[in-house]
């Protein structure tokens, strides 16, 4: 189409009988109801005015606007070309004097104009455009739909490009087998009926659903009664034909075919059911999906390349390659809850491709050893992150089989040598470990326990072990003891310790090493059998808290920086950003970690005794800030810890505790964090995210632990309830 030809055709121009028309047209008042709200606009009977010509074979279409033919104006607004040999349409902006591609339906308007809006246009001119067009719609209508198929074309031209590779790939994928149809409703879907009349001295006779025939019956029929059909001998659930809905359907379930292709092997879900109308229960309708496919290169380590059936860029549904957005709002939301489950797999591909392309893979022999009910894609998900996954279920390790297929993720961190040729190599482990790890079915934390016998070199007696791991207890938890104390000397010493405090094993554990650690930094001999296996383990330990009050607070400042030497500069960094203060409050931060060690000793504050707190500064998790008096900016008043963002996980005053007069400072705090949010970097909100991750573990494994506060006015009260109702999260 060449646009000087197109301009050198002759004009269209305005009738009189259009202008006329379009003065004529009084606006209307109309009502426009919404769930939201009822509101009147004005609104005229025509919003277009439209002309044609056929000049050359080329269809020439003349767009008017409505305001312009009413103050007189004769040229239209936009002008429409369209080739119908060539398929081909532009439009001509006679307004700003430039060439445009848009369809009709999104040329700039001043005003809006809907997709299918009032036209006027004479009846010859619309069947003009009709019949020039080959189309069954009219006039404005019918230019719009031929545009829309030429932009449904062209996108398919784009689109081929991509998708020609995968119909390639897809090509390769061998046909259904014969009996599939039927192998589906009589094996891969597993649920059946008997179907009876209901009757007064029980039903004789029933439909049974699997053998398509009327059985006779031995028990009392009773609806939704589990059973079995007494000729086949299957499962099934009676049901009463009065009691039935207008249909009845199977659960939707997953069945999966693999066949040999000649680059490896295709694993093909299904998602099936069938369905019973209640007039016509002997002649269900069984539906098969297939919405997955993996395609497995033998030639390239097993990769997979993964196809699912979808609506692709809004065209057609067809096979897409890759993976599903699982979107609750998208077209393949139904991914989210329905497939990628464990189902019945067809059996008789299994033989060839196990002496075949599966021979190396284990996926046969795993699919028989689960009575051919599997999911053949997880299988090799898990095997290809865990290479030794195939050598751990065959060695008859139940436990850490179904922990590596659950978590592989996670369980892949503790085989240090996935590919190694002997099981115990990839376990880190000796013959020892394995045989009890087969005797005692042990799993994942069990393996971390085998790992670190191996490596040290000492033997964990079995009831002392299985103690442990009743109690969730890691080996590295103990890191801090072992040069001291045999495996059992700690089971006992814990379940003494335990016994007398009535807390977890875990929160024992971390008293005995916060015990330990105190104990070091007084220069107290913790060599010394008496004082690593303290008998009054709480009472020690609250003593060496008083013990690091009384201790010189500028040497022991120092040597805090020592461990962790960033605190004071991470403490000055912080005052500009977090200082604020309001005619009654104020918040400061700290110099260091002098500041901290006086503030924690004028209010009898313990949190200076434990390198927690120091850590969680050196790492950005939390900071300590300082809330005071307005009045009294240099007495010590309540002190926080607050995460990056400004949430305050504490706020406490002498003695660890809260007076009434927290609420009123509350609203302080609350006006304090909304200020600060707006001097957050993007590096602090970074900070922040990880922060309250730590906390929500932290708090998830005391609950677990049902940690219980056995001193002071909190006495009695789970930890993580006193912290949770001590939490003031950021907006």
Request: hydrophobic share 35%; proline share 4%.
């Amino acid at each position: 189409m060449n646009r000087k030809e197109l301009l050198g055709m002759r004009r269209i121009m305005a009738t009189p009988k259009m202008i006329e028309a379009a003065r004529q047209d009084a606006p209307q008042r109309r009502t426009v109801r919404t769930y939201w709200q009822t509101y009147y606009d004005m609104q005229r009977k025509y919003q277009l005015f439209l002309r044609c010509r056929v000049e050359n074979g080329i269809l020439k279409v003349a767009l008017f606007y409505p305001d312009s033919l009413r103050i007189g104006g004769r040229l239209p607004s936009y002008e429409v070309f369209i080739d119908r040999e060539a398929r081909r349409f532009i439009t001509y902006d006679r307004i700003n004097r430039k060439w445009r591609k848009a369809k009709v339906d999104r040329l700039d308007w001043p005003q809006y104009m809907p997709m299918y809006p009032h036209v006027w246009m004479t009846d010859a001119d619309a069947r003009a455009v009709a019949d020039y067009l080959g189309s069954d719609k009219l006039g404005y209508e019918a230019i719009l739909h031929y545009q829309l198929d030429i932009r449904r074309e062209e996108r398919q031209r784009r689109y081929e490009r991509e998708t020609a590779k995968w119909d390639a790939d897809l090509a390769l994928t061998p046909a259904l087998p014969k009996d599939w149809d039927r192998w589906v409703d009589k094996v891969g879907i597993p649920q059946n009926f008997i179907f009876y009349e209901y009757r007064r001295q029980g039903a004789r006779t029933g439909y049974c659903s699997y053998c398509e025939e009327d059985v006779p019956l031995r028990e009392r029929p009773r609806h939704n009664k589990k059973g079995r059909c007494p000729r086949c001998r299957h499962e099934i659930t009676y049901k009463a034909i009065g009691r039935l809905g207008r249909w009845l359907e199977t659960e939707e379930v997953c069945v999966h075919l693999i066949q040999a292709r000649p680059d490896g092997f295709v694993t093909r879900e299904f998602w099936a059911s069938r369905l019973y109308h209640k007039g016509d229960y002997r002649h269900p309708k069984v539906s098969c999906m297939e919405r997955w496919r993996v395609m497995y290169d033998a030639e390239h380590d097993m990769t997979p390349r993964t196809y699912y059936w979808g609506c692709y860029k809004n065209l057609s549904y067809r096979w897409i390659a890759g993976m599903p957005n699982c979107s609750w709002l998208g077209r393949d939301s139904i991914y989210i809850n329905h497939g990628g489950k464990a189902g019945r797999v067809y059996g008789k591909t299994l033989p060839h491709l196990a002496r075949g392309v599966l021979k190396h893979t284990g996926l046969a022999e795993w699919i028989y050893r689960h009575g051919l009910v599997a999911y053949p894609d997880k299988y090799m998900a898990v095997c290809r992150r865990i290479p030794a996954f195939e050598k751990i279920w065959k060695a008859e390790l139940p436990k850490l089989t179904e922990e590596c297929r659950n978590d592989a993720r996670g369980s892949q961190k503790v085989i240090p040598e996935p590919k190694a040729s002997s099981l115990t190599k990839a376990l880190g482990i000796g013959k020892k470990e394995l045989a009890l790890m087969r005797r005692c079915n042990g799993g994942v934390m069990f393996l971390r326990w085998m790992q670190w016998q191996k490596q040290c070199g000492r033997d964990i007696p079995e009831e002392a072990l299985q103690w442990f791991l009743a109690q969730g207890v890691e080996a590295e938890e103990l890191d801090f003891i072992w040069e001291k104390m045999s495996p059992l000397q700690v089971y006992h010493y814990l379940q003494r310790q335990t016994a007398g405090s009535g807390e977890s094993v875990r929160q024992v554990i971390t008293t005995w090493r916060d015990y330990l650690s105190m104990a070091v930094q007084l220069g107290i001999d913790t060599d010394d059998e008496i004082v690593y296996r303290v008998k009054l383990l709480h009472q020690r330990h609250d003593e060496l808290v008083l013990r690091c009050k009384r201790k010189d607070k500028e040497r022991q400042a120092q040597e805090v920086l020592k461990r962790f030497p960033h605190v004071d500069e991470i403490c000055r960094s912080i005052q500009e950003k977090y200082k604020y203060a309001n005619d009654d409050y104020a918040i400061v931060a700290p110099n260091g970690v002098l500041d901290i060690i006086v503030e924690g000793d004028m209010l009898n504050h313990c949190l200076r005794g434990s390198d927690r707190y120091w850590d969680r500064i050196e790492k950005h998790e939390t900071y300590i800030l300082f809330l005071r008096r307005a009045s009294a900016p240099d007495t010590p008043y309540y002190t926080l810890e607050v995460e990056p963002d400004g949430t305050v996980r504490q706020k406490r005053t002498k003695f660890d505790r809260q007076e009434d007069d927290i609420e009123d400072a509350k609203k302080f705090l609350a006006e304090w964090q909304r200020v600060i949010a707006k001097r957050l970097t993007a590096s602090d909100r970074k900070r922040a995210a990880v922060s309250r991750d730590l906390r929500e573990q932290e708090f998830a494994q005391m609950r677990q632990d049902n940690v219980i506060i056995h001193t002071g006015e909190l006495a009695g009260r789970r930890l993580v309830d006193v912290l949770t109702a001590d939490l003031m999260e950021a907006a």
